[in-house]
């Protein structure tokens, strides 16, 4: 799964702590932060089921031939009780671009500028048509207009597997406050778009990416009651 450094921002004394990926130099990248790097492919993944106690799968599904089998096979990997996560997955709603709005995107894309969170020091930095080109083409459902993920994927793929699942779609700039239904607010372009398209930027279709959070039981702990 695509984990970044979540070992570092959670913190804790995990027994295991293993990152999947398809890349060697992520792997690499993995060890070197304290995971156990594993070399698979997150539609088949070669570790026995019901072991863990939190699986996360970070800007991953919509890079992913099956979304809903790796939905799947990340659930089977949770020990009753344990924690799904997924987010930073392009919502389908929010991209249905279309008539001046679908206009507006393709010219924007011609202009290679992308904003890099959580660098103070430089804010900005352009990536060329190629890089660019490049990352989309691995992003199999974030390419066109209609691409995405649905609420309706995550309702049922995992309620049929005993989960429960909460949805918390939002922009990109908000912390803990998404889990008390601030969404945080979209980048003026991005606004623009939507409205050029007839989507409200303030509607809950409208949030840029979707987080999940699925509890593999039926009974709720109590220190997981905020949440469900």
């Not at 996560?85 to 500028?113: C, M």
């Not at 959580?118 to 080109?133: C, D, I, M, N, P």
Request: glycine share 8%; net charge positive; aromatic share 6%.
């Amino acid at each position: 799964m695509h984990y970044r450094n979540l070992y570092a921002a959670v913190g804790g004394s995990p027994r295991i702590l293993i990152g999947i990926d398809i890349s060697y130099g992520a792997l690499k990248n993995a060890k070197g932060l304290g995971y156990i790097p594993l070399l698979a492919d997150v539609h088949n993944i070669p570790l026995m089921s019901n072991f863990a106690d939190l699986v996360t799968v970070n800007a991953t599904l919509h890079h992913c031939d099956n979304m809903a089998k790796v939905l799947t096979e990340a659930a089977r990997l949770l020990r009753p009780g344990g924690l799904l996560i997924t987010d930073e997955d392009p919502i389908r709603s929010t991209s249905q671009h279309k008539g001046l709005g679908l206009l507006a995107s393709k010219v924007r894309s011609y202009f290679p500028i992308s904003r890099i969170r959580g660098h103070s020091s430089k804010s900005w930095t352009y990536k060329s048509l190629q890089e660019r080109k490049k990352r989309l083409e691995t992003e199999i459902h974030n390419r066109k207009p209609g691409d995405g993920v649905t609420a309706q994927l995550y309702y049922e793929t995992l309620q049929p597997l005993g989960f429960q699942v909460k949805l918390y779609p939002h922009n990109h700039v908000v912390g803990a406050s998404l889990l008390q239904g601030n969404r945080g607010e979209s980048s003026l372009r991005v606004r623009l778009t939507q409205q050029l398209s007839g989507i409200d930027p303030h509607s809950t279709d409208a949030g840029l990416s979707m987080m999940c959070i699925a509890l593999k039981d039926s009974k709720t702990p109590k220190a997981l009651e905020y949440l469900f």
